[in-house]
């Protein structure tokens, strides 16, 4: 049975010019972390492989598994100093149970759960191939009862200035339409 809710990661989701923002500023934060990297052998991203994961690998520098099981279901297995989640918990019927599975394969002092998901919008901007678009509020009750502390967070713009001068959706985008980036620690 076809899920509306999974993202195809094909040329055109790997082409537009929205991914590759994003993928820039998470690279951006991840940067910015304190973590130690040193210490740590392999990590595992969440979902498809993509070329996302690549830049992950390179910033990280070490290698990361990808999941392949159905998320909502699956029970992960492993041991990882990081686990990076970005753009996938808005695609699951059950963010929580995830959550609580990364929880279990994240080991070792230091370990980091890294999530990114878009901010909620109004219905009529809302992807419609996403499942739940959390407020900041939704997504900090959401790790607190996942087990998981804020270690940091941003939020940021996936599109190009010029974009939002094309019309009227485009201007509403950029006042509602924001990704919220975390950097999670198991309590």
Known sequence: MENRFRTVIDSSYINDPAHSIRWQKSIAFLNRSSFSRFTISKGLDLGDRTPFTDLLEHSFGFPLDNT????DLAL????FGVVTAFEVLEHLYNPLHALLEVRQVLKGDG???FVSMPLRKP????SPDHFH???RQSALSLFKRAGFSVVRSEEFRIRPLLFYLTGVKPLLR???EKVQIYELAAQ
């Open 123 to 126: 219905s009529f901007l809302a």
């Open 174 to 176: 950029a006042l509602f």
């Open 68 to 71: 392949t099981g159905d998320l």
């Open 76 to 79: 992960l297995e492993g041991s």
């Open 133 to 135: 678009e959390m407020s």
């Open 111 to 113: 370990a980091r759960l």
